[in-house]
């Protein structure tokens, strides 16, 4: 499926469809200020590096990412394999 959807464009739409509905959500914001509060715990130092923070951040961000964001995301990757599916079908037939 992947190798079909980055084919077809299908996998910007989704990736742009949770990127905007990440953003409606506030879930953008959230995991901005838990990333300020990860690195204000963690000091100023120049010891706690990018990987670190994406490393702590990612458990959490993933986390808050609400149930109806995913369903929808679920439901429209659906849609397209049963698109893809029928498109395929039909190509298929005599």
């Given at each position: 499926?992947?190798?079909?959807?980055?084919?077809?464009?299908?996998?910007?739409?989704?990736?742009?469809?949770?990127?905007?509905?990440?953003?409606?959500c506030?879930?953008?914001?959230?995991?901005?200020?838990?990333?300020?509060?990860?690195?204000?715990?963690?000091?100023?130092?120049?010891?706690?590096?990018?990987?670190?923070?994406?490393?702590?951040?990612?458990?959490?961000?993933?986390?808050?990412?609400?149930?109806?964001?995913?369903?929808?995301?679920?439901?429209?990757?659906?849609t397209?394999?049963?698109?893809?599916?029928?498109?395929?079908?039909?190509?298929?037939?005599?």
């Amino acid at each position: 499926m992947d190798q079909y959807t980055v084919l077809s464009g299908d996998r910007s739409k989704i990736k742009d469809l949770l990127c905007n509905r990440l953003t409606e959500c506030g879930w953008r914001d959230e995991v901005r200020l838990l990333c300020r509060t990860i690195l204000l715990e963690k000091g100023t130092g120049n010891s706690f590096t990018v990987e670190q923070l994406i490393t702590e951040v990612t458990p959490k961000a993933r986390t808050l990412v609400p149930d109806a964001v995913k369903k929808e995301l679920l439901m429209k990757i659906r849609t397209i394999l049963t698109e893809n599916e029928s498109e395929i079908e039909d190509a298929e037939e005599p």
